[in-house]
Structure formats: C-alpha cells, structure tokens
C-alpha cells in the first residue's frame, strides 16, 4: 500500500521559536495532503487542506499566519508552526490523498510536538 | 457541533468474542464512512469503508453495516485478540475529501 512519512516523529523546543515538520508521500504523487492535529485523548481534527503548487485552505479557528503550510512537490509537504507555544503540544498527522481512490487518505505515522 | 459521535469512549471484549464498535453521524451530506484503528502515537492505519449506496461491507474479519435511515453505523470484528487493543476511530466525507472523525472508542480486549 501507499506510504507516508513525517519528519520528525518527535520534537521538542523551547516557547517562541519555529518547528517544521515534514510530510512525505513515498511511492506516489499525492496532489491533496491534509494535516491534522490531534490532543490527548481528542479526535482528529482537520486543521487545512494542503494542494500542490497552491496555497493551503485552512480549517475555521485555525491560524494560517501560526501554522504554515507549504506543499511545493507532488510528494512532500510541510508545516511550520511559527512561534511556538506549550498550547501548541500536540500530536501533529498528515495524511494524502490516494488517486487510485478518491476517497482514500493515507496517514503518516505523526509527530509529537511538545513546545516548553 | 459534533457531526460524527462515538458515543462509547471505551469498550471491553473478551478474546475470541466478536466487538462491535458503533458511530452516530448528524450530516446527511455525508457519502463514505471509514474506519481505523489507531495505537498511541502512531498514525491512523485505515480498516475498511463503506460508500452510502451500499449497508454492508466486509473484508476479513472486519464487517462495516450502515443503517443510513438511523444515520449509524457499526464496526463488527471477528474475532478479538489481544493485538486488536486500540482506539478506533470512525470518519465521514461528503463528496469532498475532508474527513470528520468522531471522537474514538478505546477497545480493550481481555486475554
């Protein structure tokens, strides 16, 4: 089946500065990635819409200046969480959309943002 | 507003016994239902669909019902063993490929 990674699976940094993290769509081009976050013990929740070579459509209560998305190839796309604070811990998945099936997202095994 | 509920936060199964897992939806835009299993801090791994023309869906030993009228549906796997001791997670899209996940059920199977 189709795979998805993250860079980093964990990361930890101090309040106020930047993290990025990657998402990567290892054996096929995915032209939609959307990220999620999720809290503990909380549903996943959608936080914007990612399409290659177009800006990132964002989810209603989610700051697109706070969390930026780049999805500048077929097979990668990225989110920076700019100026971090402990509020933005969180468990951070991406996932692409499959083109065999349309409805189908595959999801990257996560990363653990834990903002001191 | 909740539109895809998991009204069990947690169920218990003992091993071998079948689990049924359940999700409530309120949109009645929503055309394709999914379920996955998810274990702590790890990605959703997806289980198994179903499209809104259809009731049932099987693939091994997981079979998906959808009772469109109720706007609910059911996970049944058969059977439990331990390594299925995971938060399960159903979701819904209309059309779009947004997904709306419910809240997840904690399944704990009993050895």
């Known amino acids: 089946g189709a795979v998805v990674s993250q860079h980093p699976s964990w990361v930890i940094c101090k309040s106020g500065t930047s993290v990025k993290i990657e998402c990567r769509s290892l054996d096929f081009q995915a032209t939609t990635m959307f990220w999620y976050r999720q809290f503990p013990k909380q549903s996943l929740m959608l936080m914007a819409t990612?399409?290659?070579?177009?800006?990132?459509?964002?989810e209603q209560g989610v700051e697109k200046d706070k969390f930026l998305i780049n999805h500048a190839s077929l097979t990668l796309s990225t989110l920076t969480v700019t100026s971090a604070h402990p509020e933005d811990s969180s468990f951070y998945i991406c996932s692409a959309l499959g083109l065999a099936d349309y409805n189908e997202q595959f999801f990257g095994p996560g990363t653990r943002l834990t903002v001191l | 507003d909740q539109q895809v509920k998991q009204n069990s936060p947690s169920l218990s199964v003992q091993e071998g016994r079948i689990s049924i897992l359940n999700c409530d939806y309120t949109n009645s835009m929503f055309d394709y239902f999914l379920w996955y299993k998810k274990y702590p801090a790890e990605g959703p791994t997806f289980l198994i669909s179903?499209?809104?023309?259809?009731d049932k869906n099987e693939d091994g030993r997981f079979t998906v019902f959808l009772n469109k009228s109720a706007k609910h549906l059911s996970l049944h796997i058969v059977p439990s063993p331990p390594g299925d001791s995971a938060v399960y997670f159903c979701a819904a899209s209309a059309g779009a490929q947004k997904l709306v996940f419910g809240q997840g059920t904690r399944l704990t199977i009993n050895p």
């Open positions: 179903i499209s809104s023309i259809k």
């Open positions: 990612s399409n290659e070579g177009s800006k990132a459509t964002y």
